[in-house]
Protein backbone atom coordinates (compact mmCIF):
# COMPACT_ATOMS: atom_id res chain seq x y z
CA UNK A 1 0.00 0.00 0.00
CA UNK A 2 1.51 3.35 -1.44
CA UNK A 3 2.45 6.25 0.95
CA UNK A 4 1.06 8.62 -1.41
CA UNK A 5 -2.73 8.60 -2.08
CA UNK A 6 -4.40 9.25 -5.53
CA UNK A 7 -8.01 9.39 -6.29
CA UNK A 8 -8.73 6.44 -8.68
CA UNK A 9 -9.84 8.36 -11.26
CA UNK A 10 -11.04 11.95 -12.74
CA UNK A 11 -12.75 12.62 -15.69
CA UNK A 12 -13.76 15.97 -17.50
CA UNK A 13 -15.21 17.19 -20.76
CA UNK A 14 -12.79 18.45 -23.62
CA UNK A 15 -11.82 22.05 -22.70
CA UNK A 16 -12.20 21.67 -19.22
CA UNK A 17 -9.88 21.86 -16.18
CA UNK A 18 -9.17 18.63 -14.36
CA UNK A 19 -7.11 18.15 -10.92
CA UNK A 20 -5.38 15.00 -9.71
CA UNK A 21 -3.85 15.44 -6.06
CA UNK A 22 -1.09 13.28 -4.43
CA UNK A 23 -1.06 13.43 -0.97
CA UNK A 24 1.33 11.99 1.27
CA UNK A 25 2.50 13.07 4.95
CA UNK A 26 5.31 14.72 6.85
CA UNK A 27 8.17 12.14 5.87
CA UNK A 28 7.90 12.74 2.07
CA UNK A 29 5.99 15.12 0.31
CA UNK A 30 5.36 17.56 4.05
CA UNK A 31 9.02 17.31 4.43
CA UNK A 32 9.95 19.07 1.12
CA UNK A 33 10.94 16.41 -1.00
CA UNK A 34 10.56 16.94 -4.52
CA UNK A 35 7.07 15.65 -6.44
CA UNK A 36 7.39 14.52 -10.06
CA UNK A 37 4.45 13.52 -11.94
CA UNK A 38 3.76 10.90 -15.23
CA UNK A 39 1.76 10.00 -17.80
CA UNK A 40 1.57 6.54 -18.52
CA UNK A 41 -0.02 5.42 -21.57
CA UNK A 42 -1.51 1.79 -22.36
CA UNK A 43 1.57 -0.40 -22.55
CA UNK A 44 4.11 2.03 -22.65
CA UNK A 45 6.12 3.41 -20.39
CA UNK A 46 5.64 6.09 -18.39
CA UNK A 47 6.78 9.37 -19.22
CA UNK A 48 8.10 12.22 -17.11
CA UNK A 49 5.30 14.59 -17.18
CA UNK A 50 6.38 17.53 -13.87
CA UNK A 51 9.66 18.08 -11.87
CA UNK A 52 10.25 19.26 -9.20
CA UNK A 53 6.82 20.29 -8.03
CA UNK A 54 6.27 22.49 -10.92
CA UNK A 55 8.92 22.36 -14.07
CA UNK A 56 8.17 20.77 -17.08
CA UNK A 57 10.74 19.11 -19.61
CA UNK A 58 11.03 20.41 -22.82
CA UNK A 59 8.14 19.17 -24.81
CA UNK A 60 5.62 18.92 -22.16
CA UNK A 61 2.44 21.00 -23.28
CA UNK A 62 2.11 24.22 -20.41
CA UNK A 63 -1.61 22.56 -19.92
CA UNK A 64 0.10 20.69 -17.30
CA UNK A 65 1.17 22.51 -13.94
CA UNK A 66 2.22 21.41 -10.64
CA UNK A 67 1.95 22.53 -7.29
CA UNK A 68 2.26 21.88 -3.69
CA UNK A 69 0.50 22.62 -0.42
CA UNK A 70 1.18 21.42 3.05
CA UNK A 71 1.55 17.32 2.55
CA UNK A 72 0.00 17.77 -0.80
CA UNK A 73 0.98 18.04 -4.39
CA UNK A 74 -1.73 18.16 -7.18
CA UNK A 75 -1.19 17.73 -11.27
CA UNK A 76 -3.87 19.75 -13.10
CA UNK A 77 -4.78 19.42 -16.85
CA UNK A 78 -6.21 22.64 -18.26
CA UNK A 79 -7.90 22.62 -21.93
CA UNK A 80 -8.42 18.77 -21.49
CA UNK A 81 -7.57 16.96 -24.92
CA UNK A 82 -8.49 13.82 -26.18
CA UNK A 83 -4.84 11.93 -26.32
CA UNK A 84 -5.06 13.19 -22.04
CA UNK A 85 -6.62 10.12 -21.61
CA UNK A 86 -4.26 8.14 -19.63
CA UNK A 87 -3.17 7.36 -16.26
CA UNK A 88 -0.99 9.85 -14.25
CA UNK A 89 1.06 9.03 -11.21
CA UNK A 90 2.91 10.93 -8.70
CA UNK A 91 6.56 10.29 -7.57
CA UNK A 92 8.88 11.41 -4.18
CA UNK A 93 11.21 10.22 -1.67
CA UNK A 94 10.05 9.42 1.68
CA UNK A 95 12.55 9.41 4.54
CA UNK A 96 10.64 6.49 6.95
CA UNK A 97 11.18 4.14 4.14
CA UNK A 98 14.63 5.52 2.59
CA UNK A 99 13.60 5.36 -0.64
CA UNK A 100 11.57 6.25 -3.23
CA UNK A 101 7.51 6.17 -3.69
CA UNK A 102 4.53 5.94 -6.39
CA UNK A 103 1.44 7.82 -6.12
CA UNK A 104 -1.31 5.23 -6.25
CA UNK A 105 -1.86 6.07 -9.87
CA UNK A 106 -5.08 8.13 -11.53
CA UNK A 107 -6.98 7.67 -14.46
CA UNK A 108 -8.16 10.19 -16.04
CA UNK A 109 -11.06 10.30 -18.41
CA UNK A 110 -11.90 12.65 -21.37
CA UNK A 111 -16.19 12.67 -21.58
CA UNK B 1 19.67 10.81 -26.93
CA UNK B 2 20.36 8.48 -23.92
CA UNK B 3 18.45 5.37 -23.97
CA UNK B 4 17.94 2.59 -21.62
CA UNK B 5 16.73 -1.07 -22.53
CA UNK B 6 15.78 -4.09 -20.41
CA UNK B 7 16.84 -7.65 -21.72
CA UNK B 8 16.67 -10.59 -19.74
CA UNK B 9 14.29 -13.92 -19.19
CA UNK B 10 11.15 -13.36 -19.37
CA UNK B 11 9.87 -16.85 -17.79
CA UNK B 12 10.96 -17.72 -14.71
CA UNK B 13 9.95 -21.05 -12.53
CA UNK B 14 9.04 -20.42 -8.90
CA UNK B 15 11.65 -20.28 -5.85
CA UNK B 16 14.09 -19.13 -8.96
CA UNK B 17 16.23 -15.87 -9.32
CA UNK B 18 14.99 -13.06 -11.82
CA UNK B 19 17.60 -11.69 -13.57
CA UNK B 20 17.65 -8.48 -15.30
CA UNK B 21 19.82 -5.78 -17.20
CA UNK B 22 19.67 -2.59 -18.15
CA UNK B 23 21.82 -1.32 -21.13
CA UNK B 24 22.75 2.22 -21.18
CA UNK B 25 23.56 3.51 -24.94
CA UNK B 26 24.51 7.73 -25.63
CA UNK B 27 25.55 8.46 -22.88
CA UNK B 28 27.76 6.65 -19.75
CA UNK B 29 26.14 5.77 -16.54
CA UNK B 30 29.06 6.64 -14.33
CA UNK B 31 27.91 10.29 -15.15
CA UNK B 32 27.87 12.71 -11.91
CA UNK B 33 24.88 13.36 -10.93
CA UNK B 34 22.86 10.11 -11.62
CA UNK B 35 21.58 7.21 -10.31
CA UNK B 36 20.31 3.94 -11.93
CA UNK B 37 16.57 2.52 -11.17
CA UNK B 38 14.52 -0.36 -11.88
CA UNK B 39 10.43 -0.54 -10.94
CA UNK B 40 7.65 -3.23 -11.54
CA UNK B 41 4.51 -2.87 -12.53
CA UNK B 42 2.06 -5.85 -11.78
CA UNK B 43 -0.88 -6.72 -13.92
CA UNK B 44 -3.12 -4.01 -13.56
CA UNK B 45 -1.33 -2.53 -10.88
CA UNK B 46 0.38 0.61 -10.35
CA UNK B 47 4.26 1.24 -10.37
CA UNK B 48 5.83 -0.33 -7.58
CA UNK B 49 9.95 1.37 -6.71
CA UNK B 50 12.27 -1.72 -6.65
CA UNK B 51 15.78 -0.38 -5.78
CA UNK B 52 18.04 2.11 -7.11
CA UNK B 53 22.15 1.92 -7.53
CA UNK B 54 24.01 4.93 -6.79
CA UNK B 55 27.47 6.11 -8.88
CA UNK B 56 29.28 4.88 -5.59
CA UNK B 57 28.42 1.35 -6.01
CA UNK B 58 25.68 1.94 -3.09
CA UNK B 59 22.36 0.72 -3.29
CA UNK B 60 18.63 1.40 -1.90
CA UNK B 61 15.64 -1.31 -1.99
CA UNK B 62 12.56 -0.89 -1.28
CA UNK B 63 11.85 -2.40 1.98
CA UNK B 64 9.33 -4.78 1.68
CA UNK B 65 11.36 -6.54 -1.33
CA UNK B 66 15.01 -5.87 0.41
CA UNK B 67 15.90 -9.36 1.50
CA UNK B 68 15.20 -10.57 -2.23
CA UNK B 69 17.01 -7.76 -3.92
CA UNK B 70 20.59 -7.46 -5.67
CA UNK B 71 21.41 -4.31 -7.56
CA UNK B 72 24.72 -3.70 -9.51
CA UNK B 73 26.27 -1.33 -11.92
CA UNK B 74 28.98 -2.48 -14.21
CA UNK B 75 30.64 1.30 -15.87
CA UNK B 76 32.48 -0.77 -18.52
CA UNK B 77 29.66 -2.30 -20.17
CA UNK B 78 27.57 0.90 -19.26
CA UNK B 79 24.67 -1.36 -17.72
CA UNK B 80 23.14 -2.05 -14.68
CA UNK B 81 21.83 -5.14 -12.73
CA UNK B 82 18.71 -6.51 -10.85
CA UNK B 83 18.47 -9.83 -9.50
CA UNK B 84 15.42 -11.04 -7.49
CA UNK B 85 15.31 -14.40 -5.57
CA UNK B 86 12.83 -16.74 -4.39
CA UNK B 87 9.75 -15.73 -6.90
CA UNK B 88 6.39 -16.07 -6.91
CA UNK B 89 3.07 -15.45 -8.81
CA UNK B 90 3.00 -11.98 -6.98
CA UNK B 91 6.67 -11.31 -9.11
CA UNK B 92 4.92 -11.86 -12.42
CA UNK B 93 5.06 -7.73 -13.25
CA UNK B 94 6.30 -5.68 -16.04
CA UNK B 95 9.85 -4.29 -15.46
CA UNK B 96 11.03 -1.04 -15.98
CA UNK B 97 15.02 0.56 -15.56
CA UNK B 98 15.21 4.35 -15.30
CA UNK B 99 17.49 7.36 -14.98
CA UNK B 100 17.49 9.06 -11.84
CA UNK B 101 18.03 12.02 -10.20
CA UNK B 102 16.86 13.82 -7.11
CA UNK B 103 15.65 16.91 -8.67
CA UNK B 104 14.48 15.73 -12.08
CA UNK B 105 13.19 12.33 -10.72
CA UNK B 106 13.50 9.24 -13.07
CA UNK B 107 13.69 11.18 -15.86
CA UNK B 108 14.41 8.51 -18.71
CA UNK B 109 12.83 5.17 -19.07
CA UNK B 110 13.34 1.78 -21.12
CA UNK B 111 10.74 0.51 -22.86
CA UNK B 112 10.18 -2.44 -20.02
CA UNK B 113 10.01 -6.19 -20.38
CA UNK B 114 7.59 -8.09 -18.92
CA UNK B 115 8.65 -11.02 -16.42
CA UNK B 116 6.43 -13.93 -16.27
CA UNK B 117 6.85 -16.18 -13.10
CA UNK B 118 5.35 -19.49 -13.70
CA UNK B 119 5.97 -23.32 -13.57
Known amino acids: QSVLTQPPSVSGAPGQRVTISCTGGSSNIGAGYDVHWYQQLPGTAPKLLIY???HRPSGVPDRFSGSRSGTSASLAITGLQAEDESDYYCLSYDSSLSGYVFGTGTKVTVL | QLQLQESGSGLVKPSQTLSLTCTVSGGAINTGGYSWSWIRQSPGQGLEWIGT???????HFNPSLKSRVTMSADGSNNQFSLRLTSVTAADTAVYFCARNNSHFGMDLWGQGTTITVSS
Open chain 2, 53 to 59: VYPTGST
Open chain 1, 52 to 54: GWR
